[in-house]
Each structure stands twice: as structure tokens, then as C-alpha cells.
């Protein structure tokens, strides 16, 4: 049995999660919650960054970050979300980035905003990072994912779902053939609403 540290509101757990459903391995991993915040979690002893999510193996060795156990999870199924194809698969790489990239941002707005008192607020720091977002969704709303679900897919759908859970749901109006896409996308990956937060 592996041990998945999480958080539920964690795109990036999210996306190990959906990626454990899609390769058949959710009975062998069980999901144990974690605090990045609390010094006398185990969390800090399983990965030395304090972050999750981090997966713990049976023989106690921890893998971390999502990118890693994602690869993981599908090396052990024999591999069905990083295509072996090199176009097809540096393309999922690609938008694994993009996907993780939106939830780098969005997770610096988040800690700004709801962190840090309202006085040292920075809306510099946070006009930069929606720049960033913004810039990403216009590319993907111009080219939305296409194909068979790949790690890309995934990452792009967990960082849309991050928006929806902490900023409303805003980007919803500017880009309707996104909203199509991630509509698409959670009737073909049940798991995405399951692992809403």
C-alpha cells in the first residue's frame, strides 16, 4: 500500500489523485491528510520541503513533487498518460507545465491575498502573477487540449478547477471554449468532481 500526503484543496493533489483513478492504482493508495503548516506533522520527515503532495512507497521511500509520483503512478501502470510518441508526449509535458504553471501563479495570489495582512498587501506581485494566468488561459482557449486524456490534460483541468475553488470561478467568463473543454473533460474523468474540493 503507498500513503499519499495531501491537502484537499491542493491542485497538485488533485492531480495525483485523478492520475491514480485513470491508472486503475486508487485501491493501493491510500490518502492520509497533511499540514504544511504544523511542525509535529510526519510530513516534514517523509520530504524535507514540507510539501505535498508527497507519496510514501511501501519500503517507506517518499516521492515528491506531483510531476514525479504523476510519472510514477503511470510507470506503474504500464504507461497510459505520458505518451510514448515524442511529438504527443513533449505536447502533454507542455501542458503539464502550462497547467502547473497557472497553479504557481494562482497559489502566489492566494498567499498574498489571504495571507498576508491587508496593509503589505503587494498588487504589483499580484497584477504579475494574474498576468501570467491570464496569458496562459488565452492560449489554451485558443488551442483547448484535444485527444485522449494525457498528464497535461490533467494538470490543465486541476489548475481551472484551482480558479474555480479559490477565485470564483472568474475566468469562466472570458473563455467559453475552456468551460467546454473542462465540461468534457470531468464527463471523461470522473474522478475531476470526485476530487473537488
Known amino acids: 500500500m503507498m500513503i499519499l500526503r495531501y491537502s484537499p484543496a491542493s491542485p497538485y493533489a488533485r492531480k495525483i489523485r485523478i492520475v491514480a483513478d485513470l491508472v486503475g492504482l486508487t485501491a493501493q493508495v491510500d490518502v492520509v491528510p497533511a ?6 506533522d510526519t510530513l516534514r520527515s517523509q520530504n524535507p520541503l514540507g510539501k505535498i503532495p508527497t507519496l510514501i512507497l511501501a519500503d517507506g521511500t517518499a516521492l515528491y513533487d ?20 515524442p511529438a504527443r508526449r513533449f505536447e502533454a509535458l507542455r501542458l503539464q507545465a502550462l497547467g502547473d504553471g497557472i497553479n504557481d501563479a494562482a497559489l502566489l495570489m492566494r498567499y498574498e491575498t489571504a495571507m498576508r495582512r491587508p496593509e503589505l498587501r503587494d498588487q504589483e506581485a499580484i497584477d504579475l502573477q494574474q498576468g501570467k494566468i491570464d496569458r496562459a488561459l488565452a492560449v489554451l482557449e485558443a488551442a483547448p487540449p484535444v485527444g485522449d486524456i494525457t498528464i497535461g490534460q490533467i494538470a490543465v483541468a486541476c489548475a481551472l478547477g484551482y480558479l474555480d ?11 467559453p471554449k475552456l468551460v467546454a473543454w473542462l465540461g468534457d473533460f ?3 474523468a470522473p474522478a475531476f468532481e470526485a476530487t473537488k474540493a
Open 35 to 40: 499540514s504544511t503548516t504544523d511542525p509535529d
Open 66 to 85: 506531483s510531476r514525479v509520483i504523476a510519472e510514477y503512478l503511470d510507470h506503474l501502470s504500464g504507461g497510459k498518460l505520458f505518451p510514448s510518441d
Open 165 to 175: 475553488l479559490r477565485f470564483e470561478g472568474a475566468w469562466r467568463a472570458k473563455y
Open 186 to 188: 470531468s464527463a471523461r
